[in-house]
C-alpha cells in the first residue's frame, strides 16, 4: 500500500519546472513567491509549487475576452 503523502509530495513542481511549463523565467517565478503572489512549499531553501497552487495562479490572471458575434445585420 502506497503512502499518500509521498504520492502528493512527487506532485509538487520545482521553480524550473514550473518556469518551463509556463516558458518564463526562473527569476519571474521566484518574484512571484516573494510577493506572495504564487504560494509555495518551503523546504529548507527549497521552493515548491504544488500544481493545485499554479491553477490558481493562473486562473485568478486570466482574461475573459468578450464574444465577437459573427452574424451580419
Same mark, same amino acid.
Given at each position: ?10 506532485? !509538487? ?10 516558458? =518564463?523565467?526562473?527569476?519571474? %517565478?521566484? #518574484?512571484?513567491?516573494? @510577493? ?9 531553501? !527549497? ?10 495562479? =493562473?486562473?485568478?490572471?486570466? %482574461?475573459? #475576452?468578450?464574444?465577437? @458575434?459573427?452574424?451580419?445585420?
Amino acid at each position: 500500500m502506497s503512502d499518500p503523502t509521498a504520492s502528493n509530495f512527487a506532485q !509538487l513542481l520545482t521553480v524550473s519546472q514550473t518556469a518551463t511549463l509556463l516558458n =518564463i523565467s526562473e527569476k519571474q %517565478i521566484y #518574484r512571484w513567491i516573494t @510577493s506572495k503572489q504564487l504560494a509555495c512549499v518551503e523546504l529548507g531553501r !527549497l521552493k515548491r509549487i504544488h500544481p493545485d497552487d499554479l491553477e490558481s495562479f =493562473i486562473a485568478k490572471r486570466r %482574461i475573459a #475576452r468578450p464574444l465577437v @458575434s459573427t452574424q451580419v445585420p
